[in-house]
């Protein structure tokens, strides 16, 4: 991994790591777990609710894409 690669992970890890980030992921779920099947009122509605949770998802996912992709490739040059 290149020195800039390496700073490039450093730096999502040092956010991931800040109460700022941690904050932000709890809202994040707090707002997923908040969607009831029962609020959605129409059509438009339903398709307004499934792009905000698919975004929310990634949001929320995002940490642990980082990290497991920084552990593939750490694990792969631990190959060569």
Known sequence: MTPEE???YETYFDTFASK???QFIAEVQEI???HRIEDIKN???LAFVKGERSALH???RFEGGVKRTYDIIKEREGDK
Do not use: M, Q
Request: neutral net charge.
């Open 43 to 45: 059509e438009t509605n």
């Open 32 to 34: 997923l777990d908040s």
């Open 6 to 8: 390496e700073k490039y």
């Open 58 to 60: 990634r949001i929320a």
């Open 20 to 22: 700022g980030w941690k």
